[in-house]
């Protein structure tokens, strides 16, 4: 129904996200982009966006859904409360997130 949209955040929507808030956010953006989808910082990322735009709670007859991802998880970085620095940090967290899932477990 709207070919912009993805069921969870898409790595493809990463690099647009550069431009929506200061410099420490641009690198951070910019870092992540630049990797192969499926590494940690990827995986956290998008994680991490998951969360911030509610992707769980979408429904592709919605009107966030209308807006394609990109439109959506600009909005949500652009209204985020705080500094760079907290999104940082909840980046930081969720990629420690990641690392705990990813260590192979004994059998």
């Not at 735009?53 to 009107?63: A, E, M, P, T």
């Not at 394609?68 to 652009?78: H, M, P, S, W, Y």
Request: charged fraction near 25%; proline fraction near 5%.
């Amino acid at each position: 129904m709207y070919p912009q949209s993805e069921i969870l955040f898409p790595h493809r929507a990463i690099r647009p996200l550069s431009r929506e808030r200061g410099a420490d956010w641009q690198e951070l953006v910019t870092q992540v982009a630049s990797q192969r989808d499926g590494t940690e910082d990827t995986l956290a990322f998008s994680l991490m966006m998951i969360r911030l735009c509610d992707c769980l709670n979408c429904d592709q007859s919605s009107y966030k859904a209308s807006l394609g991802c990109i439109t959506c998880a600009q909005r949500v970085v652009c209204a985020q409360q705080g500094s760079d620095l907290k999104l940082l940090q909840t980046f930081e967290q969720t990629r420690q997130e990641i690392r705990l899932r990813l260590v192979p477990r004994p059998r």
